[in-house]
């Protein structure tokens, strides 16, 4: 997203109650991609990059597309309208589908993003009229939005700066090619919205050449063309490399190949008999969309450029992305789903990117694994301050305990670093949490450290287990320390203010529900007394009901009591999917607990977890149209935040696991023992 579309987007929506001008939003249309470019296509049919934190490079910032009749230059051109089309998938694919309503009948454009290329059909066949597509295509080569300049080799037009060089070709020719000059800075700076492309005269042939904006007809052979774009670098290959290429993906692609293609990229097939397939299939679809060259995942496409609202989501962080792959190890486990390769990348991901003193940074680029930028870099920085989130290595050291990963010491030195944040009384040092605003002696970093020790003295190298149960046994007994009684639920965290004021923050707070799988790995090593059978059951069902927040169009959990983050006009605390479906994690867990011990109040749990899972599958009230997950949700039901976003559709995928590992999606009674 450059600063012009920025301006163009905060002119549109100022006013707005429930969007933040100025932001990229992908709440509508779906996306293209699979472990690489990641391309968005508008329910209109235009085309967005979302690609640069997974492959490095930037591509379309903006486009447009219609149809106008191929024998009248002069005819209007007829820009598809997102109020006159239709938007699907095909199957579990990533072929994305859009029937557009014309003056001239309907034209379905289908769009697959393979690798580098993306591929654009267009079938105009049931038109009154033949038609020629109009493209207006703007590209950003090496993020920049001056400085670059165009080629044009016929049917293929090359956009480049220093090192990106990205190509736009059709399969059918282009009768016309041209483009769109800077507007020039009175322009930006008006009140007014500029349409894109801009209805003027043509500038001189210098002036359109200085610039990333295409804007080219192609003509339909048959009422069918492919456009076809490229984004490549210098070093990688030739100009004539990648003009036979970019020439090459649009000339094989018609929409039977483009299916079968689609169909070639699913890692693996959901078969009917498992519970919610549909849920499963776009769980996957969405998480290895959301994959980098090197296995990481961002946490979200990165909406909002200029950290305007928001610090950024186009970043893999160590939290969410290992949540995402030890919840995919149990799908994996219990479905069979084919998924070992994904996990090697995980482990070797973690394995080069783990610090010198055992830890993980803040986040990195998920295109190389290198630094990217971030504010909870302690230990990179000289003193190891509080701005720090220790429970990213936690969720690291859980996952690799159940991984193949005894290669290079990683686990070993990752327990290194969980006990140099461990204090004396055996909880967590003061750092940063989970949501990244506040710092303190945070519960959810408790539960992260027991859960992550109690993984490692089950599943770990022989070399470490006895310690690693040591340190899982001082956990679970300092967590008494954070209860309140008086609220029956487990404290946010333990803080200490400038002014000298220390005490426990007793606010409901849905990462403390984490707990309650943390005990549930912890069981597999020691023993759970009563006492803490009757806080986690009280815990988890105080926060669920304390957090649990419902309008005429929407129904789910809030981040935390007090959480006014993005929030915009609206009075209450916003709904987080993220939330909602740990709701329904946690209390899946307490109930298999609670099944263990022959409890009946794993009935009630088992209840719970359905009531909330229900609220994030595809016909949840917080689950879009498109089958994605927002962040967060206004209360009157607009989706808003980074969509989709990674760690609820792993969320949701780990509870289904759960719970039909445990029989629990359907109402079982569980009677206590005579």
């Known amino acids: ?105 309907p034209v379905t454009q289908f769009d697959l993003t393979l690798a580098d290329s993306h591929v654009t059909h267009i079938d105009a066949g049931e038109a009154t009229t033949s038609l020629g597509v109009v493209a207006c295509v703007g590209f950003a080569p090496d993020g920049r939005d001056k400085r670059i300049a165009q080629l044009h080799h016929e049917d293929v037009v090359e956009v480049y700066h220093a090192e990106e060089t990205d190509y736009i070709a059709s399969a059918t020719g282009f009768e016309s090619v041209r483009g769109e000059s800077f507007v020039g800075f009175e322009t930006l700076l008006s009140s007014a ?30 009422g069918t063309t492919t456009i076809s774009t490229l984004l490549t670098t210098r070093s990688a290959e030739s100009r004539q490399d990648a003009l036979e290429r970019v020439r090459s993906v649009g000339s094989i692609h018609d929409a039977d190949v483009l299916r079968h293609s689609a169909t070639d990229q699913v890692e693996t097939s959901i078969d009917d008999s498992v519970p919610y397939a549909g849920a499963i299939a776009a769980d996957l679809r969405v998480l290895s969309m959301l994959t980098g060259e090197t296995g990481l995942r961002i946490a979200g496409p990165d909406f909002d450029h200029y950290y305007a609202n928001s610090g950024g989501y186009g970043y893999a962080w160590f939290r969410d992305d290992s949540e995402i792959s030890r919840f995919l190890k149990a799908a994996d486990d219990h479905f069979a789903l084919g998924l070992a390769d994904w996990h090697d990348r995980s482990v070797a991901a973690y394995s080069d990117t783990q610090l010198d003193d055992g830890s993980w940074p803040h986040r990195v680029w998920p295109f190389d694994g290198s630094l990217a930028p971030g504010w909870a870099n302690a230990r990179l920085e000289a003193g190891n301050g509080v701005n720090y989130q220790a429970d990213q290595t936690g969720s690291v050291a859980a996952f690799l305990a159940i991984a193949d990963a ?12 969980l006990d140099a944040s461990l204090a004396e009384d055996g909880r967590p040092v003061t750092c940063q949490n989970a949501w990244e605003d506040m710092t303190g002696r945070f519960t959810h970093t408790a539960a992260t450290f027991l859960e992550a020790y109690a993984t490692l003295a089950a599943n770990g190298p022989e070399t470490i287990t006895e310690h ?84 005429d169009a929407v129904t789910g959990l809030v981040r935390y009591e007090g959480d006014d983050w993005r929030t915009r006009e609206q009075d209450h605390e916003k709904i987080w999917t993220v939330s909602t479906a740990w709701g329904a994690h946690a209390a899946a ?45 206004f209360d009157d039901g607009t989706p808003d935040s980074a969509t989709p976003l990674g760690w609820p559709h792993a969320l949701r995928l780990a509870t289904i696991t759960l719970m039909d590992k445990h029989e629990l999606l359907e109402t079982r009674s569980v009677a206590a023992d005579d």
Not at 201 to 218: C, F, M, Q, R
Not at 406 to 417: G, K, P, Q, Y
Not at 604 to 623: F, H, Q, S, Y
């Open 1 to 105: 997203m450059q600063s012009r579309d920025a301006l163009e987007d905060y002119k549109r929506n100022q006013d707005a109650t429930t969007r933040f001008p100025g932001e990229w939003r992908t709440t509508s249309g779906r996306f293209s991609g699979r472990n690489g470019r990641l391309v968005h296509v508008g329910e209109d049919g235009s085309l967005c990059e979302f690609s640069y934190s997974l492959v490095g490079l930037s591509g379309i910032v903006r486009s447009r597309l219609g149809v106008r009749p191929a024998d009248d230059a002069d005819a209007q051109t007829a820009w598809f309208d997102a109020t006159a089309s239709e938007q699907t998938y095909y199957g579990e694919t990533a072929l994305v589908i859009t029937v557009h309503d014309t003056p001239w009948g």
């Open 193 to 222: 919205a500029i349409d894109y492309p801009r209805e003027r005269p043509e500038n001189p042939y210098d002036e359109d050449l200085l610039s990333g904006d295409v804007i080219t007809v192609a003509p339909t052979d048959g």
């Open 406 to 417: 005894s290669e290079d010491n990683v686990i070993e030195r990752a327990l290194d670093a």
């Open 468 to 551: 690693a149960g040591e340190r899982a046994a001082e956990v679970y007994d300092a967590l008494d320390d954070l209860w309140v009684a008086e609220r029956g639920c487990y404290a946010l965290r333990e803080y200490a203010d400038d002014h000298g004021e220390s005490g426990l923050d007793p606010r409901a707070d849905s990462a403390t529900l984490a707990l309650a799988n943390a005990h549930r790995a912890y069981a597999e090593i020691g023993q759970l007394d009563e006492q803490r059978i009757e806080r986690l059951v009280s815990h988890v069902t105080t926060v669920i009901d304390e957090l649990t927040h419902q309008t």
């Open 589 to 633: 867990a307490l109930a298999a607990l609670l099944i263990d011990r022959n409890d009946p109040r794993a009935n009630e749990m088992a209840e719970t977890a359905r009531k909330l899972l229900g609220l994030v599958l595809p016909d949840g009230p917080l689950c879009q149209p498109t089958g994605y997950l927002s962040e967060q949700v």
